[in-house]
């Protein structure tokens, strides 16, 4: 009770995963987390829509606003700010 009237109580239980947290910063929601990861796989529309089971318009419709949302203009730019802010999982990492 002490050190939760302290502040001193520290718990990893329920903490966000840094990657989500990131994506939530930026105001990103969890599809359009999902479509950014998978267009800084370097998937195309068409492939993006069949993995996450949506129509390519669809991920048109989330890609425009990603790219307001980040402040890019295009898939490329999305692509490495998304990396560079930890917003996806870098494939380096994947060891």
């Given at each position: ?41 370097g998937l195309s ?43 996806v999982e870098s ?5």
């Amino acid at each position: 009770m002490r050190q939760a009237v302290d502040g001193t109580v520290y718990s990893a239980i329920g903490l966000p995963d840094p990657g989500e947290s990131a994506a939530r910063a930026a105001g990103l929601t969890e599809r359009e987390t999902a479509i950014l990861a998978a267009l800084a796989r370097g998937l195309s529309n068409e492939a993006i829509g069949k993995e996450l089971w949506v129509a390519e318009q669809t991920v048109k419709f989330h890609l425009t606003n990603i790219y307001r949302k980040l402040g890019v203009s295009n898939r490329t730019e999305a692509a490495r700010l998304a990396y560079q802010n930890g917003l996806v999982e870098s494939p380096i990492d994947d060891r």
